[in-house]
Nanobody, 115 residues
Framework: QVQLVESGGGLVQPGGSLRLSCAAS????????VGWYRQAPGKQRELVAG???????NVADSVKGRFTISGDNARNTVYLQMNRLKPEDTAVYYC?????????WGQGTQVTVSS
């Protein structure tokens, strides 16, 4: 059994910051690649950022320069640092990973950017 658990969401004012965590637990050797996605009401789920254990990362153009993804192999945790948040960043944020040839999603964490 493998679980992905997101945390760190909440309500923040425009211009503020949050750091999301995606912690993987269960029976596996290590995380190889993790993606952070988000889904706003009435919109499709979109990829926000990706990380691999090789060190490569990528972020969507819509968040480039504001969001950073990083990983801690020892803790099997991947982080999404979100700075200069905007109201349009409001969404449920999910992490996703392919582990042991299975695709896993976390339960999601709500991020609300509002004054």
């Amino acid at each position: 059994q493998v679980q992905l658990v997101e945390s760190g969401g909440g309500l923040v004012q425009p211009g503020g910051s949050l750091r999301l965590s995606c912690a993987a637990s269960g029976s596996f050797l290590r995380l190889n690649a993790v993606g952070w996605y988000r889904q706003a009401p009435g919109k499709q789920r979109e990829l926000v950022a990706g990380w691999s254990s090789s060190g490569s990362t990528n972020v969507a153009d819509s968040v480039k320069g504001r969001f950073t993804i990083s990983g801690d192999n020892a803790r099997n945790t991947v982080y999404l640092q979100m700075n200069r948040l905007k109201p349009e960043d409001t969404a449920v944020y999910y992490c996703n990973a392919m582990i042991n040839a299975n695709n896993y999603w976390g339960q999601g964490t709500q991020v609300t950017v509002s004054s």
